[in-house]
Each structure stands twice: as structure tokens, then as C-alpha cells.
């Protein structure tokens, strides 16, 4: 039993999602299609649409990537004046159609469908609790338990049941729930991750990214604020502070990495900016002599332009990246991934012949993509020297609120001092960012979640989840 539960557990934390959702067009389906492509970054194993006419839920999912999934034909399955869509990506062991959300269930009340990105730290304490009083489980994916809480509430009002349900969870949300007649986003009260409301056409707009509202042509107009919860239907829109927002907790490494660079998050802050700044704090922190600056496509480019440029060195393309390939973080097996740098990546000749090279990427977590590339630069390219440049500290805890990070015991630098990993991937030196010059970087830098590079934990754990926390402490 024991067992059974460690391992749902690190099954379960590794998720990364986009969610979408639309009020008032009659082309709802099809704008949220539109806003889960722009959001295809987020999640790529499955994706799911579910409309209303006012009357019923219709819902769409597969397995697979938007445009391949929403056919004209799955689309003219889903009528109504509104909709909400999710695109989920989550690693071996919970990956099957019956997790792909939005998650749909009917109850009392009426039918609702969540669409959730984030993960909850007490969702197996919530599920055992749940399961003892009767729930039967569609689906062993967190967000389920948000369903079977809100059904299972005292209360009166779907409003008063969801705040309670709210209260219940614990982690990472930024919620999306469709009924017959209203659409209601949350976030929870740290905003750990992204949540923007939109204009479009009459119509408002949610999504896990402004990226999504400029496909479209919405116009964004705010973010949902930590704790808030957002209920549209035909009296308008109402915010209600739903839960008590003590103390802000955005997952930096949106900023990083995860978030797309011509997207506005955080309040509006633009993630090409911060990441071009990322790059210009990791020159200043660790100038090298050099001839070329060179990114690691696509998730190294804005912070190589920012180092080039603070550190005076010309800027080139000497990897160039096929887009026809997943993220190698997909691949689930540890011999695909090795496999999977070099279909992704290939280096230029002309470029790199005879050049020190200075190549700026934006994280190592295992180790293997940098020691991949560093041999590719050397061996293929010609370079006489390769320099890694990290545009974020040394990745050393887990995350427990919905970034795919592998355990602890995984992470090259959870176990690793820097000269090592640079020996490990064979580059001549290897800088990363310090925590502070992370920090420099944001404004307001104290309502960020850093754990990933600090191991200071923002939402604190149940009790047995501390547990499996040390025990993957190397
Ligand atoms: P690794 O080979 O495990 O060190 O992976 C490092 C590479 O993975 C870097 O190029 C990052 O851009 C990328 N990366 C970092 N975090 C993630 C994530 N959560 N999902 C997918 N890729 C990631």
C-alpha cells in the first residue's frame, strides 16, 4: 500500500499544463482551439475542449497535439457560447486519455468540467480521505479531487461549494471550471502560476498566457489575482476573493524557462525582457574572454542576446534546431533522450570552426542535454572552446507545484558542486547565475517561488509529503 502510494505520488507531481477558456461567442470552440495551440508549449501529450449552449456540456478530448486532435469535425461537436480548453503533459504513469482534461463529472447541481494547471501537494491525503467516504475516481490525475470536494460540500450554492473545495486544496491552481451557464477561473492565493482575463469580440478571454489572447487579437486586460476567483454569466463578470492571499509565491521558473517569450505574465511583465536581463546579470556575473555567443535554441536565445550584448561579443546561430521533435523532456526513457539532443540540435561548421565559444542555455537539470551539446560544439563544430553560460542558478530541488522536474536524487546539482558538472560535461568553464542576480532581475523579487534553486518551499507540505521530500535528499 505503501509502495503503491510513493509511487502515485511522483507519478502525479509531474504535470505542466496551458488552460483556456471563453464567455460570450458563438465561436468559442473554435477560439479556444486557437488559444490551446498558442499555449501547445505548456502541454503536449493530450489536449480537451468542452463547450455550452446554456443548456448541456459538450466535451472533445485525444491524446496528441491540438492541431492534430480538433478536426472541423470534433470542433462542429462542440456548440455553445462558451467553452474551456486545457493541453496537458505529464510523464509515464498517469499518461492515458482518462487524464487529459478538462475533467467532467455531473453532480446535483448540474454538470461541471475543470480545467486545472498546477499541481496540489495534499491531493493523495484529499483522494484516501474522499475514497474512504464513498468517491469513486475517474481518473488518477489531482485535479479530480477539486470535483469530489465541491460535490461533496454542505453548502447550498455551487459558489459556496467551490470556495469550500478551495479551501480543502492545497499547491499550485489556476483554475478553469465550465457549467451549464457560467464560467468561473480561480487562482490560488500564492499565484504560483499564470492567469490572464482578456477582451475579445464581447466576449471575455482566460489563458494560461497573454500569447494566447494575441492569436486571437483578445486584448488583455488584467491578471486573476492570487485567491481570486472570476465568475462569468449573464449578469457580467464578478470577483470574489475567494481565498485569503497571505503571501505571493510566482513560479520564477515560468520566467526561465517555461512561460513563451512574447508572453506578459506576472502582472504584465514581458518574459523576453526579464530573460534578456537574465542574460546581461550572467555576463556581468561571469565574463569569459571569448570570441561568439551562442544560444541554445529555442529556450537559451533571449538570455545569449542579453549576454551578448552586455558582454560586447558577437551573437550567432551556431546551433540550429529542428522544430519537428518534441521537447527531448518527453521522451521517457533516459536512451531516447541521449538520442533525442542530437536529433533536435545540429551545430554550423562555418560558425563554430576554430571559435571560443560562449553558449548560453537557460537551466541543467539532469546534465545530459549540455553534455550533448558541449561534445557537438567540440567535436562537430570545431570549436577550440566552449564555455557554458546558465541563465539560472543550479537547479537543485524538485517542484512540487506543477513544473516537470525529475526527484531530487536526479538533478545533477542536487549532488553535484559546479566544477563537477562542468567536468561532467566536459566544457571548458561553466557558469550559472547566482540566486541574487536571479532576483536583481524581477521586480518585487520577494513574491517569487525560488525553490527550485533554493529548496525554501513557499506552500508547506502534509506531513507525509515532507517524508518522501527526504527521502529523495541525496
Ligand atoms: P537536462 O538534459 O536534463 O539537463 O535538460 C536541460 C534542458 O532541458 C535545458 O536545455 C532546458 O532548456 C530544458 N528544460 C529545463 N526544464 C525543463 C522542463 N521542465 N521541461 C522540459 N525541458 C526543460
Given at each position: 500500500?505503501?509502495?503503491?502510494?510513493?509511487?502515485?505520488?511522483?507519478?502525479?507531481?509531474?504535470?505542466?499544463?496551458?488552460?483556456?477558456?471563453v464567455?460570450?461567442?458563438p465561436e468559442?470552440?473554435n477560439?479556444?482551439?486557437l488559444g490551446?495551440?498558442a499555449?501547445?508549449h505548456?502541454?503536449q501529450?493530450?489536449?480537451?475542449?468542452?463547450?455550452?449552449?446554456g443548456?448541456?456540456i459538450y466535451?472533445e478530448?485525444?491524446?496528441g497535439?491540438?492541431?492534430d486532435?480538433?478536426?472541423?469535425r470534433?470542433?462542429?461537436?462542440?456548440?455553445?457560447?462558451?467553452?474551456i480548453?486545457?493541453?496537458?503533459?505529464?510523464t509515464a504513469?498517469?499518461?492515458?486519455?482518462?487524464?487529459?482534461?478538462p475533467l467532467?463529472a455531473?453532480?446535483?447541481l448540474?454538470t461541471?468540467a475543470i480545467?486545472?494547471?498546477?499541481n496540489?501537494?495534499?491531493a493523495?491525503?484529499?483522494r484516501?480521505?474522499l475514497?474512504?467516504e464513498?468517491?469513486?475516481f475517474?481518473s488518477?490525475?489531482?485535479?479530480?479531487?477539486?470535483?469530489?470536494l465541491?460535490?461533496?460540500?454542505?453548502?447550498d450554492?455551487f459558489?459556496?461549494?467551490?470556495?469550500?473545495a478551495?479551501?480543502?486544496?492545497s499547491?499550485a491552481f489556476?483554475?478553469?471550471?465550465l457549467?451549464?451557464?457560467?464560467?468561473?477561473?480561480?487562482?490560488?492565493?500564492?499565484?504560483?502560476?499564470?492567469?490572464?482575463?482578456g477582451r475579445f469580440d464581447g466576449a471575455?478571454v482566460?489563458a494560461?498566457?497573454?500569447?494566447?489572447?494575441?492569436?486571437i487579437g483578445?486584448?488583455?486586460?488584467?491578471?486573476?489575482e492570487?485567491g481570486e476567483m472570476i465568475?462569468i454569466?449573464e449578469?457580467?463578470?464578478e470577483?470574489?476573493?475567494a481565498?485569503n492571499s497571505?503571501?505571493r509565491?510566482f513560479c520564477?521558473?515560468?520566467f526561465?524557462?517555461f512561460?513563451?517569450?512574447?508572453?506578459y505574465i506576472f502582472?504584465?511583465?514581458?518574459?523576453?525582457?526579464?530573460r534578456?536581463?537574465l542574460?546581461?546579470q550572467l555576463?556581468?556575473?561571469s565574463?569569459i574572454?571569448?570570441?561568439?555567443?551562442?544560444p541554445v535554441?529555442d529556450?537559451?536565445m533571449?538570455?545569449?542576446?542579453g549576454?551578448?550584448e552586455?558582454a560586447?561579443?558577437?551573437f550567432d546561430?551556431?546551433l540550429i534546431?529542428?522544430?519537428?521533435v518534441g521537447r527531448?523532456?518527453?521522451?521517457p526513457?533516459?536512451s531516447i533522450?541521449?538520442?533525442g539532443?542530437k536529433?533536435k540540435?545540429?551545430?554550423?561548421?562555418n560558425?563554430?570552426?576554430?571559435?571560443?565559444v560562449?553558449?548560453?542555455d537557460?537551466?541543467?537539470?539532469r546534465?545530459t542535454?549540455?553534455?550533448k551539446i558541449v561534445k557537438m560544439?567540440?567535436?562537430?563544430?570545431?570549436?577550440?572552446e566552449?564555455?557554458?553560460?546558465?541563465s539560472?542558478?543550479?537547479?537543485v530541488?524538485?517542484?512540487f507545484?506543477?513544473?516537470d522536474?525529475?526527484t531530487?536524487?536526479?538533478?545533477?546539482?542536487?549532488s553535484h558542486?559546479v566544477e563537477?558538472?562542468?567536468k561532467?560535461?566536459?566544457a571548458?568553464s561553466?557558469?550559472y547565475l547566482?540566486?541574487?542576480?536571479l532576483?536583481?532581475?524581477?521586480p518585487?523579487?520577494?513574491?517569487y517561488c525560488?525553490?527550485?534553486f533554493t529548496?525554501?518551499?513557499?506552500i508547506s507540505?502534509?506531513?507525509?509529503?515532507?517524508?518522501?521530500?527526504?527521502?529523495?535528499?541525496?
Amino acid at each position: 500500500m505503501e509502495t503503491q502510494h510513493t509511487n502515485r505520488l511522483f507519478y502525479s507531481i509531474h504535470e505542466e499544463c496551458g488552460v483556456f477558456g471563453v464567455y460570450g461567442h458563438p465561436e468559442a470552440a473554435n477560439l479556444t482551439y486557437l488559444g490551446l495551440h498558442a499555449l501547445q508549449h505548456r502541454g503536449q501529450e493530450g489536449a480537451g475542449i468542452c463547450s455550452s449552449d446554456g443548456k448541456q456540456i459538450y466535451t472533445e478530448k485525444a491524446m496528441g497535439l491540438v492541431a492534430d486532435i480538433f478536426t472541423d469535425r470534433r470542433l462542429k461537436r462542440l456548440p455553445g457560447y462558451m467553452a474551456i480548453g486545457h493541453n496537458r503533459y505529464s510523464t509515464a504513469g498517469s499518461s492515458s486519455l482518462k487524464n487529459v482534461q478538462p475533467l467532467v463529472a455531473n453532480f446535483s447541481l448540474g454538470t461541471i468540467a475543470i480545467a486545472h494547471n498546477g499541481n496540489l501537494i495534499n491531493a493523495d491525503q484529499l483522494r484516501e480521505r474522499l475514497e474512504e467516504e464513498g468517491a469513486i475516481f475517474q481518473s488518477n490525475s489531482d485535479s479530480e479531487v477539486i470535483i469530489h470536494l465541491t460535490a461533496h460540500a454542505r453548502h447550498d450554492s455551487f459558489k459556496q461549494r467551490l470556495i469550500y473545495a478551495l479551501g480543502e486544496i492545497s499547491g499550485a491552481f489556476s483554475l478553469l471550471v465550465l457549467r451549464e451557464k457560467e464560467l468561473i477561473a480561480v487562482r490560488d492565493p500564492y499565484g504560483v502560476r499564470p492567469l490572464s482575463i482578456g477582451r475579445f469580440d464581447g466576449a471575455y478571454v482566460v489563458a494560461s498566457e497573454t500569447c494566447a489572447f494575441d492569436l486571437i487579437g483578445a486584448e488583455y486586460i488584467r491578471d486573476v489575482e492570487p485567491g481570486e476567483m472570476i465568475i462569468i454569466n449573464e449578469h457580467g463578470l464578478e470577483s470574489v476573493q475567494a481565498l485569503n492571499s497571505k503571501k505571493r509565491a510566482f513560479c520564477i521558473f515560468e520566467f526561465i524557462y517555461f512561460a513563451r517569450p512574447d508572453s506578459y505574465i506576472f502582472g504584465g511583465i514581458n518574459v523576453n525582457e526579464i530573460r534578456k536581463a537574465l542574460g546581461r546579470q550572467l555576463a556581468r556575473e561571469s565574463r569569459i574572454e571569448a570570441d561568439l555567443v551562442i544560444p541554445v535554441p529555442d529556450s537559451g536565445m533571449p538570455a545569449a542576446l542579453g549576454y551578448a550584448e552586455e558582454a560586447g561579443l558577437p551573437f550567432d546561430l551556431g546551433l540550429i534546431r529542428n522544430h519537428y521533435v518534441g521537447r527531448t523532456f518527453i521522451e521517457p526513457k533516459q536512451s531516447i533522450r541521449h538520442f533525442g539532443v542530437k536529433i533536435k540540435l545540429n551545430p554550423v561548421r562555418n560558425i563554430l570552426r576554430n571559435k571560443r565559444v560562449v553558449v548560453v542555455d537557460d537551466s541543467i537539470v539532469r546534465g545530459t542535454t549540455s553534455k550533448k551539446i558541449v561534445k557537438m560544439i567540440r567535436e562537430v563544430g570545431g570549436a577550440r572552446e566552449v564555455h557554458m553560460r546558465i541563465s539560472s542558478p543550479c537547479t537543485v530541488g524538485p517542484c512540487f507545484y506543477g513544473i516537470d522536474t525529475p526527484t531530487r536524487r536526479e538533478l545533477i546539482a542536487s549532488s553535484h558542486l559546479v566544477e563537477e558538472i562542468r567536468k561532467y560535461i566536459t566544457a571548458d568553464s561553466l557558469s550559472y547565475l547566482s540566486v541574487e542576480g536571479l532576483r536583481s532581475c524581477v521586480p518585487n523579487p520577494d513574491d517569487y517561488c525560488y525553490a527550485c534553486f533554493t529548496n525554501d518551499y513557499p506552500i508547506s507540505f502534509p506531513g507525509e509529503h515532507l517524508q518522501q521530500m527526504e527521502l529523495f535528499m541525496v
